[in-house]
């Protein structure tokens, strides 16, 4: 079984350490280029949302690397990502490739299914093995995704904000020489120790941007056109209000009642929209609110073109930047966006914030 | 004056009118509907919506907004699911949502939330809910509701008797009428699939079926395959459907294309439908495998009737040829 799995953003940095550990053979598809998106957009339906495109063209990439099982995680509604895994099989099936699928589908779905998969992929024998795997799984997620936090930190404050760009490509390369846990952690261990030694601008208060929106778009960088990176060059310190951390936490850690903070966007947004409408609609009204009350100077919102959950947050926002004067820009992805286009309204939205915090120190 | 409620005519409203008209009615509660889609709807419409939504949904702002002024109530329910473990679409969920925060000065919304997704019995909270606002006593509530269920009953009835199910909500007021009519007149049939809101509002879709009439064939839509029929074939997908919609307009297709009892599909969506993104999908592959010729109009507001005729006449001129030579012609040329 040669395993291989979508990207999106870090996680398969700690997918590949951590199955490499448990014994599978990994090849992770090439990191998401132009050539990636135009496989996928040539043999997926028009219609279908970004991600599955992507999604597409990393399996297309690992299959030719060698890959013949792909993981995946599935979900049961409303949002189309629970669809995902038939439509990609039909299509794969059309291209010539015969590959099987693993998708784990959520709880309700049967235990038994469940578990089978997981002891498959986790050569498991018994749920003490899955725990004790798991323990590691979830020591690699939060440390990637603390690196991911680090860096936009560090390039916020940065003098030379390049510096930090040079230590993280340095480590996505470096990521592709290692196998399993140990050098994996041992690797970030000396990438955190490099983004500390960066020199950082003393007496200075960065803007602060909340990236909000559709999971995919939020966390994965070669979609938002590198949008972290772009914000922290011009000096704005960004949160993100999903990160794989995040999601793990309120769906598998605290199953089956969620974490803390989302139950708290999940109350904040209340007022605007009452329940949840499947993907990360709530999440996004919520978070908008939450960055409002934190102080934030303002909220991005991104979302593939044509998301159903993230339309409804979109035609909500409004109303919330209005009560919490509180700036909020949406961008929509898909593969026609251009880098132009794009930068002038990031730059134009960056303006229109900092006009506002000078007419607030004025009075 | 009795107590006025408006339900919009767009979206749910042609799948549930028959019913929660009855049932207001039985309340003893008047129900204003808003006028066929028209220009200045669709106009309102796309101004009052957000760009990305999709046609349906903009035009149900458009319907809101007519009815704001007029009553005294607009009955907005949430759908987000209408069949144990399963889901509406996301933009129906979040629709009284969507509705609020982008119609200023709106009357009181009756906004409960129908919810069946841990179980069927669900819909009697949801009902007393609604009720609540006319009526203290909840029996005369489940009265009012049991009985406008029955009538809704039969109507379901009706629907899967080859009877188009729009022209039993604007032709007909009593469903005893309809026994009379003719059902099918000209012997082939063709499938017009899609979101019964895309399909029954000849506005948006510029009067298809009477389109397909002319050139004299009969129309058979999802509606009117019995449901227990198109869950069976529903089933036969290699995961379960999780959308009510989704599942009733798959099973439905699977069923006639295996039956091969249609002569071609012509399916109907919006532009930036999520549903259909998915569903055209399977569909089309299904209609391939059986050589059932099968096309697309995708609309939106600017979609011109001049280009849907070329490719509805287009469509059935291929179908004729088909049937007239004798010959496979690719399906999908």
């Known amino acids: 079984m040669k395993l291989t799995f979508p990207h999106m953003g870090n996680v398969y940095i700690a997918a590949k350490a951590f199955f490499e550990e448990l014994g599978q053979e990994v090849i992770p598809p090439p990191r998401n280029s132009k050539k990636t998106l135009e496989i996928g957009t040539k043999y997926a339906q028009e219609t279908i949302c970004l991600p599955l495109k992507i999604m597409i063209g990393n399996f297309v990439e690992s299959i030719e690397r060698g890959a013949d099982t792909i993981l995946l995680t599935g979900s049961c509604g409303p949002c189309r990502f629970g669809y995902y895994s038939v439509l990609e099989n039909n299509i794969l099936k059309d291209m010539g490739y015969r590959v099987r699928f693993i998708v784990l589908d959520p709880i309700g779905e049967g235990v038994d299914k469940l578990k089978k998969n997981v002891y498959q992929l986790f050569n498991a024998q018994n749920i003490k093995d899955v725990l004790e795997a798991a323990k590691i799984g979830w020591q690699l997620i939060k440390k990637a995704d603390y690196i991911t936090d680090l860096s936009n930190r560090k390039r916020a404050y940065a003098i030379n904000s390049y510096e930090v760009d040079l230590i993280m490509d340095n480590y996505f390369k470096e990521v592709e020489k290692t196998f399993g846990a140990k050098e994996m952690m041992e690797l970030m261990d000396s990438t955190i120790d490099k983004l500390n030694r960066v020199k950082i601008k003393q007496n200075f208060s960065p803007i602060r941007i909340g990236l909000i929106g559709e999971i995919y778009t939020v966390i994965e960088p070669f979609v938002n056109l590198e949008l972290e990176r772009k914000l922290g060059h011009m000096g704005v310190l960004v949160e993100k209000s999903l990160t794989p951390t995040i999601w793990v936490e309120h769906h598998v850690k605290a199953f089956p009642f969620g974490s803390k903070l989302e139950r708290l966007k999940h109350e904040l947004a209340k007022p605007y929209l009452k329940t949840a409408v499947g993907g990360h609609g709530l999440e996004t009204v919520g978070s908008a609110i939450y960055y409002a009350q934190k102080g934030f100077d303002g909220a991005i919102q991104l979302l593939p073109l044509n998301c159903m959950p993230e339309i409804v947050a979109k035609s909500i926002l409004p109303n919330v930047s209005k009560d919490y004067s509180f700036p909020i820009m949406t961008l929509i992805i898909d593969e026609m966006t251009g880098e132009a286009g794009y930068m002038t309204r990031i730059e134009a939205f960056m303006d229109l914030i900092k006009r506002k915090r000078r007419t607030v120190a004025n009075g | ?333």
């Open chain 2, 1 to 333: 004056m009795s107590i006025k409620v408006g339900i919009p005519r767009g979206m749910f409203y042609f799948d549930y009118y028959f019913l929660w008209k009855n049932f207001f009615n039985n309340l003893g509660v008047d129900v204003i509907t808003s006028p066929k889609t028209n220009k200045d709807i669709l106009n309102k419409g796309v101004e009052l919506c957000v760009d990305e939504a999709c046609l349906p949904i903009k035009i149900y702002h458009g319907h809101v907004d007519y009815l704001k002024d007029k009553v005294d109530y607009i009955f907005i329910p949430k759908m987000t699911s209408i069949h144990k473990k399963e889901y509406c679409c996301p933009k129906h969920i979040g629709l009284p949502d969507m509705i609020k925060n982008n119609i200023r000065n709106l009357p009181p919304l009756i906004d409960t939330e129908i919810n069946l997704k841990k179980s069927h019995k669900n819909i009697k909270s949801s009902v007393f809910h609604i009720g609540k606002h006319f009526k203290k006593n909840s029996k005369t509530i489940a009265e009012a509701f049991q009985k406008a269920y029955r009538q809704y009953q039969e109507y379901i009835e009706m629907t899967t008797s080859k009877i188009i199910p729009i022209d039993i909500n604007t032709k007909y007021k009593e469903l005893s009428y309809i026994t009379n009519v003719k059902k099918e007149n000209y012997g082939r049939r063709i499938m017009v699939l899609g979101h019964s809101y895309n399909i029954y509002d000849y506005y948006i879709n510029m009067d298809l079926i009477s389109k397909l009439n002319k050139r004299r064939f009969d129309v058979v839509t999802a509606e009117m395959v019995k449901e227990n029929r198109s869950r069976e074939y529903a089933a036969r997908l290699p995961k379960r459907m999780f959308w009510t919609h989704g599942q009733r307009i798959v099973g439905s297709a699977f069923a006639l294309i295996e039956e091969k009892s249609i002569s071609g599909i012509v399916y109907v969506s919006a532009f930036g439908c999520g549903l259909d993104s998915v569903l055209i999908d399977l569909i089309e592959r299904k209609a391939k495998e059986n050589r059932i010729p099968f096309t697309l109009l995708t609309l939106d507001e600017q979609t011109g009737e001049a280009g849907i005729n070329t490719r509805v006449e287009a469509f059935i001129d291929m179908l004729e040829w088909r049937n007239r030579d004798e010959i496979d012609l690719s399906t999908h040329g």
